[in-house]
């Protein structure tokens, strides 16, 4: 699924692109959804909450995506080829300029905007809220805090807790924290945390690439992430691979036995 980062940076292309531009065709190629056109329509703007996309349009009325495992959002001009096949096209938004193609949205739901946090009002703190401020802070660190004995790893990816953080930096943030991804969050400085996931998001927010050790050469960019069978960048220990969490919240992870140290199911 993707992280926090990707969907903010889809989310600010589709603004610069689309924001106080008329539709000329507003396609929603979803059953639920197929009978409705947005053609006429200004776009007021694009919004993200961790990891959900709303475009605003004129009227009152708020476009809902979800990246899911597999969705994503495409810009073109008029008459470019698309670089997906038109069947997994679920949205399309055209205006004089450009073209925006949401592809395999599994989720899509359109909307009141007041509304809008019926839909995440039940999240965390969006660690790339535009508005962090000491208060966001104060909310996100109290949130892990309660954690307690849950495994870090877990808790990390509850967007409950805070929102943005997917299974790249959940890997990275337990790495750089020096402790196992089943360690329990209690046992880490919550504040701490919070500021080091927010710094990694940040990051990397305005730019594809996914960087945490601060490099962007081909296999240089991770220190555990994918990185199972292959030297530690920092010990040289051999990084392991396991799954962490149950049913739908089961996720491989990667960690150094060594510099990371704690719980793990090789014990």
């Known amino acids: 699924m993707p992280e926090g980062d990707t969907v903010f940076l889809a989310g600010r292309r589709l603004d610069e692109a689309l924001a106080g531009q008329v539709l000329l065709c507003g396609e929603l190629r979803h059953p639920e959804l197929s009978t409705v056109d947005l053609s006429g329509r200004t776009v007021l703007g694009v919004r993200t909450v961790g990891k959900h ?18 969705g994503s959002w495409h810009l073109y001009r008029p008459g470019d080829r698309w670089q997906r096949p038109a069947h997994q096209a679920r949205a399309v938004l055209a205006t004089r300029e450009r073209v925006a193609v949401g592809f395999l949205l599994h989720d899509l739901a359109l909307l009141p905007t007041a509304e809008e946090s019926g839909l995440v009002g039940h999240l965390g ?38 929102a943005g953080v997917g299974n790249l930096y959940k890997a990275e943030v337990c790495f750089l924290l020096g402790v196992s991804p089943w360690t329990p969050a209690a046992a880490v400085d919550p504040a701490r945390t919070v500021e080091l996931c927010r710094k990694l998001l940040l990051r990397n927010a305005w730019r594809p690439e996914q960087s945490t050790t601060g490099e962007l050469g081909r296999g240089r960019q991770h220190w555990v992430y994918e990185r199972g069978g292959q030297r530690c960048r920092r010990c040289g220990t051999t990084v392991h ?5 149950t049913g739908t919240r089961e996720r491989p992870t990667w960690f150094c036995p060594k510099c990371q140290p704690g719980p793990n199911p090789f014990e």
């Open 53 to 70: 996309l709303f475009t605003r349009f004129s009227g009152e009325l708020s476009l809902h995506s979800h990246f899911r495992m597999d």
């Open 241 to 245: 691979r396991a799954i962490q969490g």
């Open 125 to 162: 703190p969006d660690l790339l809220d535009q508005e962090w401020g000491e208060e966001l802070l104060v909310e996100a660190v109290r949130r892990l805090s309660e954690a307690g004995g849950r495994e870090l790893g877990l808790a990390l990816l509850d967007q409950t807790v805070f």
